[in-house]
């Protein structure tokens, strides 16, 4: 079965895309090996069956556009594609690691699966014209899954029928090919999610139950936890002055710019040998920058206070770092301010295993509801990969039960940035990114695990499937948390974390066709010219087409945004396909919020040899609840199968 991956492209020569014992290539493969400056038709072979690039538009300044070469390879020159890639599909690699952290057996979610890259993005960005055609080719090469790690910004999201991933995704649709995309990474802030279209399945990110910490010693022998990533020989032994940025400012530097270690604002004769402290008031100055500024000032070392990301392990590579939150930044200022001769230094990473509590919806992960429409609670899925350190996705969908786990992708052996790798050690082969790009693949490789086993299942089959078996719940038997330890609620979290060996018998699916997908186009306000130039196909809409009815799409979730107090309850309907024994029944269990009334009508459904789909209705009335969201949970049970509904409902 092949999947295709579209982004920078592939590193073939990568031990995650070996193709050793692997079969013929299947016969349903129309696709190509291209050929470039530094990529053979060689290099592709039973495993990487395909590899296509394809020229881009850029524009640069003055609206000029100019057709660019995506460095006339297939080859990944970034290491994201790469890394993507053997997240979903990578073939088994024992004795992995990155520099000696995530020691392990790194693999993807479904080894066995085929991998196509298509190279659609140049270092400069990503032409949607060019994901429009790759998707297309990818269809036309019989691919069975497309996954895409690409996201406009949420402050620039086009409508469905002008996003180019949401029409390809389209198409795909039509021709039974599932298109799972990354939700982007513009959280914890509201209506950032993006790639939100309802016949996409979009995921979310969430962290893993280990944690990387480098731990700061101070001069007065106490000791502070943080987290980072970083392969310093810094020791216990030597002590290194330490100075707050605003401490070191260069001359007429604002003191706001220098504790923030901003670019020129640091005078780099008082910073060379010490370790700084930095705070993280601007976010946009990220940490990389400011690792930079102080790397190049020939600093010993950085700490960053920095509260609301210590969540996402920062790699430093060799330059020592780590990162506290507000409590441990306050400790250790107050001790500089308060000593004559501070000094401190910072250890090297080292592994925390079982990690707790996990997982914990990532802080950088994009937030719904969807600012298009609030009638779709979106198919957001967690995925543990705040870290992506471990291609174990079947092993250890959110945690490990006994043994260690860690996730860790391929990489491109090589890297520009100084201090990258450290002394003494060849670029490693693997590595440590975060972000919904990385989640993405984890969520590709559990469908492409689910259609190796049911073949014949549509993408919406599938997508059901993993969405009313996820877990809800914590390695603490809690519910799921945000980064802020606050519980975490659907539109932050999706409708949970998957759990793709559950997802393999689901007990009852929610199908959802290429028809209801017109409907929901239909009611969302666009013209019928308008979907038939985008479908390809007669359209005809319904005669009552307004946005309200998007709610009763068929879909394993349930959102509605216009409940009124003072009206009658609304009813939204929902029908679902048995899929487990013929012969099973099937009983309701509501769980709502105080004030909202839900009833299930019926409330049992009794399934047979000659009836396998049922139709359900579910009434929502609201006049005692609370205004604003209200969220809660349908769950069918038949004491082997539990199939898990979220719904969210916004009463005024």
Avoid at 527 to 536: F, L, V, Y
Wanted: a positive charge; glycine letters at 8%.
């Amino acid at each position: 079965m092949p999947i295709s991956v579209l982004h920078q492209g592939i590193w073939p020569e990568s031990p995650s895309f070996s193709d050793v014992g692997m079969g013929k290539i299947p016969s349903k493969w129309k696709g190509v090996c291209m050929e470039g400056h530094d990529f053979k038709k060689s290099n592709c072979n039973r495993k990487l069956i395909g590899a296509r690039y394809y020229k881009t538009q850029v524009t640069s300044g003055g609206n000029q556009t100019h057709i660019e070469a995506a460095k006339g390879s297939p080859r990944d020159s970034i290491g994201h594609g790469t890394h993507t890639a053997s997240t979903a599909a990578g073939v088994q690699v024992n004795n992995a690691s990155y520099y000696g952290l995530a020691k392990g057996t790194a693999r993807g979610g479904s080894p066995s699966t085929r991998i196509a890259a298509y190279k659609t993005c140049s270092e400069e960005g990503c032409s949607g014209a060019t994901i429009l055609k790759a998707i297309d080719d990818a269809i036309r090469d019989g691919v069975d899954i497309i996954s895409i790690s690409i996201g406009l910004s949420s402050l620039m999201q086009s409508d469905f029928l002008d996003d180019p991933i949401a029409i390809g995704a389209f198409h795909a649709e039509q021709m039974g090919v599932m298109v799972v995309c990354s939700a982007g990474n513009d959280g914890p802030d509201p209506y950032t999610v993006v790639n939100t279209a309802p016949w996409i399945f979009t995921v979310a990110a969430s962290n893993i139950d280990r944690n990387f910490q480098s731990t700061v010693v101070l001069g007065n022998g106490k000791t502070f936890q943080g987290t980072g990533i970083n392969f310093s020989n810094l020791t216990r032994s030597k002590m290194y002055h330490l100075v707050f940025g605003e401490e070191v400012a260069a001359k007429f530097a604002p003191a706001s710019e220098a504790r923030n270690c901003y670019p020129g604002s640091l005078d780099y004769n008082k910073v060379a040998g010490n370790i700084v402290v930095c705070v993280n008031d601007d976010p946009n100055i990220s940490r990389r920058v400011k690792k930079l500024v102080l790397q190049d000032a020939r600093a010993m070392g950085m700490i960053l206070i920095d509260e609301d990301n210590k969540d996402v392990s920062f790699d430093a590579g060799a330059f020592p770092f780590t990162e506290v939150g507000n409590l441990e930044g306050y400790q250790i200022l107050e001790y500089i301010n308060t000593t004559k001769n501070p000094t401190a230094t910072i250890l090297p990473t080292s592994e925390v295993p079982r990690y707790r509590p996990s997982p914990i919806v990532a802080s950088f992960s994009s937030r719904g509801p969807s600012s298009l429409t609030e009638n779709i609670l979106k198919r957001k899925y967690l995925e543990n990969n705040a870290l992506t350190v471990s291609l174990s996705l079947i092993c250890c969908p959110a945690r490990c039960h006994g043994s260690r786990c860690w996730n860790l992708a391929a990489m491109i052996p090589k890297t520009d940035e100084p201090g990258s790798v450290p002394i003494g050690k060849k670029p490693s082969l693997f590595g440590i990114k975060s972000g919904t790009s990385m989640a993405c693949p984890h969520v590709t490789g559990a469908a492409a695990f689910i259609k190796s086993v049911h073949g014949r299942w549509s993408p919406s089959m599938i997508k059901s499937a993993l969405m009313t078996t996820v877990t809800t719940y914590n390695n603490m038997r809690k519910p799921v948390t945000n980064s802020s330890n606050y519980f975490a609620y659907p539109h932050e979290m999706g409708v949970g974390e998957i759990n793709p060996l559950r997802a393999l018998n689901p007990g009852l699916v929610f199908e959802t066709g290429v028809e209801d997908y017109v409907r929901f186009l239909c009611y969302y306000g666009y013209s019928k010219k308008n979907i038939r130039s985008m479908s390809k196909t007669n359209v005809t809409c319904p005669r009552d087409s307004s946005e309200d009815l998007i709610s009763n799409i068929n879909y394993p979730s349930i959102s509605t945004k216009l409940l009124k107090k003072q009206k009658k309850p609304k009813v939204i309907t929902r029908t679902v396909t048995n899929v487990g024994s013929l012969n099973a029944t099937y009983t309701a269990k509501v769980h709502a919020p105080e004030g909202l009334v839900v009833k299930v009508i019926p409330n049992k459904l009794v399934f047979s040899e000659g009836i396998q789909r049922m139709t359900y209705e579910v009434s929502f009335y609201g006049k005692e609840a609370h205004g604003g969201y209200n969220f809660g949970s349908l769950t069918w049970l038949d004491g082997r199968h539990y199939v898990h509904t979220v719904f969210a409902a916004k009463v005024e």
